[in-house]
């Protein structure tokens, strides 16, 4: 099934009669219990919140949410709770990870620690956001708005493996893959130029399997077409593309917000690389993106 938009996802795990159960780290702050509850009404999940009993317990009491459909698992602090969310994960008690009351550092610290946590040694790990915009024709898949500041050309080749796997779970045959930049011409001081060939070639020559990447792309030709026409650009990425990659933190995190908030974009996004998909939530989103990456990472969890 192809899934065209955000509220598609939510079809497909409805649909399925084994939910995968999310362990929250440390979920002791309203946003997290809400999101996770409203998730588990929705039939989207299994949720199993991890901290302090006692406080998770009244702030279900002061929403009026039923505690008997959630799981809890007591833990007293943040740093605790954040490992044995990741515990529970390793050994098989939950498919999926989200972040709750516990500061990003931690929570990540938890996820790689070398012995105890989620990432096997030399992995990249990168953030993947699934995007619905509206003055865009389909989802797209982007990358990385959030953990890698200034990624190298490994780990771009890992950022295009976790984008179009992501389309590819979004029902996307062969996912185009446009590699932006500030121009479509390869300029040798301007590295994201140069890398963005570099990684268009491979894929020409099949180094890269599985999509079709062309850069580097302008992000107006890669998802207008009326623009790559008038700049004579010839690529069936060219105003149709699936994914994203962006050469920087930067660039990338200013996409994500302005699509989000002056445009009003509906997004999910995960944490990819790990040995289950992460949910790693800003205090600034909103309970439906929290619930869209819930559902997206899911969605992803084998």
Do not use: W
């Not at 039939?43 to 009491?61: K, Q």
């Not at 994914?243 to 200013?254: D, Y």
């Amino acid at each position: 099934m192809k899934i065209e938009k955000i509220a598609d996802i939510y079809e497909v795990l409805k649909g399925r009669t084994q939910k995968k159960r999310l362990v929250v780290a440390y979920a002791n702050d309203n946003h997290s219990i809400e999101a996770v509850y409203k998730a588990v009404q929705a039939g989207l999940i299994e949720g199993i919140l991890v901290g302090d009993t006692e406080v998770i317990y009244r702030v279900c009491e002061e929403n009026n949410y039923d505690v008997s459909c959630l799981k809890l698992v007591q833990e007293s602090s943040d740093v605790k709770g954040a490992a044995r969310a990741v515990e529970m994960v390793r050994n098989g008690e939950a498919d999926v990870l989200m972040k709750g009351l516990v500061s990003t550092d931690k929570y990540m610290h938890a996820i790689l620690n070398k012995e105890k946590g989620l990432v096997d040694p030399n992995a990249v790990i990168s953030h993947v956001t699934v995007m619905e915009c509206p003055t865009y024709h389909k989802l797209l898949t982007v990358s990385d708005v959030a953990v890698i500041p200034c990624p190298d050309l490994k780990q771009k080749m890992a950022i295009i493996k976790y984008v179009t796997r992501t389309a590819g779970k979004l029902g996307v045959e062969n996912p185009k893959v446009a590699m932006i930049a500030p121009t479509e011409q390869v300029l040798p001081k301007v590295q994201s130029t140069v890398d963005a060939a570099i990684l268009a070639k491979m894929n020409e020559r099949g180094q890269i399997a599985g999509a079709v990447i062309e850069g580097p792309m302008a992000l107006d030709i890669a998802i207008d077409r009326e623009a790559a026409e008038i700049k004579k650009v010839h690529s069936p990425v060219a105003g149709d593309a699936d994914c994203l990659v962006f050469p920087n933190l930067e660039s990338a995190n200013v996409f994500y917000k302005t699509c989000s908030k002056l445009l009003h974009a509906r997004l999910g996004a995960v944490l990819a690389g790990a040995k289950v998909p992460c949910v790693l939530s800003s205090r600034g989103d909103s309970v439906d993106t929290k619930l869209n990456s819930i559902a997206l990472a899911a969605l992803l969890s084998e």
